[in-house]
């Protein structure tokens, strides 16, 4: 099985892949990461190339594609918000077995994982984001907006909804399972 998760940034869509990843002993890769190791270069510096994010994921999806052909099982992927866009949704309909994965949450229960990452992709430790909290709070509740024309594209929609970790991730390993057990039972159906 290969699962997808797509949703805004930091909605927990790495926390979600590693709990996934470990339950069920799958492969895990955090699709920004895997950029910059391909390229051997951060993300920022990767992203001041381009002139626009859409030629960013023209020359990315090539990576994507790589993934998607080298693991053909036992995957699970987190892609950034842009991870249903054309680029990457056109080499998913080639893989009509990977399991897309809308991970979501309100934007206040959002402003609480809020991460903050240097030019060198490091952690910013305590990055005190208070002083400016309407400005984030804003700018989650715009990029919910934005992506969510192409984040409904996913096959399950699942809402945190302000869970701890653990038990979205539970829960969200049960969705996919129901998921997984409907999907076969109609195709047994219509043999």
Request: aromatic share 16%; with cysteine; glycine share 4%.
């Amino acid at each position: 099985m290969r699962i997808l998760l797509v949703g805004v940034d930091c909605v927990g869509k790495d926390t979600l892949g590693k709990f996934l990843t470990e339950k069920w002993n799958y492969s895990y890769i955090y699709f920004i990461w895997e950029v910059e190791k391909r390229s051997g270069e951060y993300i920022e510096a990767i992203n001041s190339k381009y002139l626009t994010n859409q030629a960013f994921r023209n020359d990315a999806k090539h990576i994507f594609s790589s993934i998607m052909n080298d693991y053909k099982d036992n995957l699970v992927i987190a892609m950034p918000s842009s991870g249903l866009f054309r680029e990457y949704y056109s080499i998913l309909k080639n893989h009509p077995d990977v399991i897309t994965v809308w991970v979501k949450d309100y934007a206040k229960n959002i402003m609480k994982r809020l991460t903050f990452y240097d030019e060198e992709s490091k952690l910013i430790p305590d990055y005190d984001y208070e002083s400016h909290y309407d400005y984030y709070y804003d700018d989650v509740k715009k990029d919910i907006e934005y992506y969510r024309a192409t984040h409904k594209k996913a096959k399950i929609h699942f809402n945190i909804n302000g869970m701890n970790a653990k038990d979205a991730g539970e829960a969200l390993a049960a969705c996919i399972m129901e998921y997984v057990n409907e999907t076969s039972n109609t195709v047994q159906e219509q043999e």
